[in-house]
């Protein structure tokens, strides 16, 4: 008899983002190496703060659900996953973890974690229970999102490579160390000058006598002098490279490099909140508020640039003046204001 009989109940598996997916993806980062951990470092941390802060202060009509704490939470985890799930309830209940069924490429059914104190528990919805933002989805998988980091992972990488480097060369490094050297004495005596001057210093210094000098093929007598052992980080011009790397983390999430440059002034920071909000935020807003409109019923808009002031107030200040003196003057003339208006696509 054939001894592997057909089940009788279906075999489930996983698939998506489960937990099978997730061991193979932690795998996957074990052997390849440290990656996408730019995410510790501070430039990255005040993007993913500007998010959060800018999304927790937007103004939203249409719902009560989209609290200002959600709101942070969802920038939060749009910055670092590229994709927000939340269960629709009383309020919005984010989800630590998700699989997901699609048709059509769109999602049809979740199965969630929903995080607890004692513990998470995990749950079954339909798409239409499940508020669902993502950003950078590819086409191979429409249906999730990819942070800013994971799209530009060579310089997040080039970023935390740098700032490691820095941060044990400062560790490990001999700074403020120097080679003195000092007369012939006993190995007693020179231990106990090593000691002496360790223990003032704070840093390990080397003490050479002459003899050692002379039998290196060194004049004793030229040889008399303080060799400093501070590693030389100009000529490794680390600090551009640092510089030029933050620049370009800061940028994949829609902050110009001039907002971390010192010698940057009022204007540039007011050019650089208009940036970050108008062509990178106020789209993730309306993205917000179309789904958000598709899954609760009712018209949500997600405003970003009011409750910021993201434009600028003299300009249009200026413009209106000009606007109204326009159509003074056409009507003075005779000529139809909205007619006019609508020559200039102002309609």
Request: with cysteine; charged share 20%.
């Amino acid at each position: 008899m054939w001894p592997f009989t057909k089940r009788a109940e279906p075999e489930t598996r996983s698939s998506g983002t489960g937990y099978t997916a997730s061991i193979i993806a932690a795998r996957a980062s074990y052997f390849a190496g440290g990656g996408d951990v730019a995410e510790t470092t501070s430039v990255a941390q005040t993007c993913i703060g500007l998010w959060e802060s800018v999304l927790s202060g937007a103004d939203i009509s249409g719902t009560d659900l989209l609290d200002r704490r959600t709101m942070a939470l969802l920038g939060r985890s749009l910055a670092l996953r590229g994709e927000f799930v939340g269960i629709i309830g009383d309020g919005i209940i984010p989800c630590t973890d998700w699989d997901v069924s699609t048709r059509n490429g769109a999602p049809r059914a979740y199965r969630v974690s929903v995080p607890e104190a004692s513990g998470g528990r995990s749950e079954t919805r339909l798409a239409g229970e499940i508020l669902h933002i993502r950003i950078g989805s590819d086409t191979a998988t429409p249906w999730a999102g990819t942070p800013p980091l994971r799209r530009a992972a060579l310089s997040a990488n080039l970023l935390h490579e740098i700032e490691t480097a820095l941060r044990d060369t400062f560790r490990d490094a001999p700074i403020g160390s120097q080679v003195l050297p000092l007369p012939d004495s006993s190995a007693e005596d020179m231990e106990a000058m090593r000691q002496a001057i360790r223990g003032k210093r704070g840093q390990t210094l080397v003490i050479e006598g002459v003899a050692q000098a002379t039998a290196a093929g060194m004049n004793p007598q030229l040889g008399q002098r303080r060799d400093d052992l501070t590693p030389d980080l100009h000529r490794a011009e680390a600090a551009t490279l640092l510089e030029s790397s933050r620049g370009a983390v800061a940028e994949v999430f829609g902050v110009p490099r001039a907002f971390f440059n010192a010698a940057s002034t009022g204007p540039v920071f007011r050019e650089a909140q208009r940036h970050l909000v108008q062509y990178t935020l106020a789209p993730i807003a309306k993205i917000i508020g179309e789904e958000a409109t598709a899954k609760l019923g009712g018209a949500v808009a997600v405003d970003v640039e009011t409750p910021t002031q993201a434009y600028d107030t003299g300009g249009r200040a200026r413009a209106l003046s000009g606007i109204i003196k326009a159509m003074a003057e056409a009507e003075a003339a005779g000529i139809d204001p909205e007619k006019a208006m609508r020559l200039v696509g102002w309609e």
